[in-house]
C-alpha cells in the first residue's frame, strides 16, 4: 500500500517563504554538500539536478524515518490541499534544510527533508476530504499525519484524477493560487 500523508505547509509567513523557496520551483542540490549516498539517492530520483523540497522538524524523526519513495503527500494550507507530491528521497541532513529555509534557530529547527519525483499543484477544499470515509468534519489537519491504510486508499481513490495528469516540469513555476 502507497503511504498518504497530510503535511500543513501553507499556515504561517514562513511556511509560505519555505514553500516559495523550494516549491513554487525547482532547487538544484549537485553542490549543496549532500553526503554521497543522499546525493547519489537524489541524482537517481531526478537526473536534471533539480527538485522540490520539503521536510519536518526534528520532533518528526521518528515518523520520518518511515517514509517511503513513492508516497504520495497533500500539502495544506488555506483549508485546501494546495499540492500533490509524490517522494522522491526523504532523508535527514539539517545543514541542507537549513540551507534550503533559512529558519529562525530559536523557533524551528528542520532536520528531516524530501524531494518530490512528481508533483501536481491542486486546488481541493478541506470539504472534499472531509467528506471521504473515516474523515471527520472541521478537522483542519494540524500537524504531520501519516494516514492509516484505509484512510490511504479512500485518499489515493479521490486523488487518482489530480495525480493523472501531467506533474509539473522542472523548470516550471508552480504558484499557489489560493
Known sequence: ????????????????????????????????????????????????????????????DRRMDTLEAGAVVLLTGRKHVLAIGEVGHSFRDPAFARHLWRPDPARCLWSNVYSFRRYWPARIPYEEIWALPGFTTGDNFMGLRFLSPDKAAVVLAHTAADRRGAPAADDETCPVVV
Open 1 to 60: 500500500m502507497v503511504q498518504v500523508v497530510i503535511q500543513p505547509s501553507y499556515g504561517t509567513p514562513e511556511a509560505r517563504r519555505h514553500w516559495a523557496d523550494t516549491l513554487t520551483r525547482t532547487v538544484p542540490f549537485r553542490e549543496a554538500g549532500l553526503d554521497a549516498t543522499d546525493l547519489a539517492e537524489l541524482t537517481d530520483a531526478h537526473p536534471s539536478g533539480r527538485a522540490r523540497f520539503w521536510g519536518a522538524t526534528a520532533q518528526h
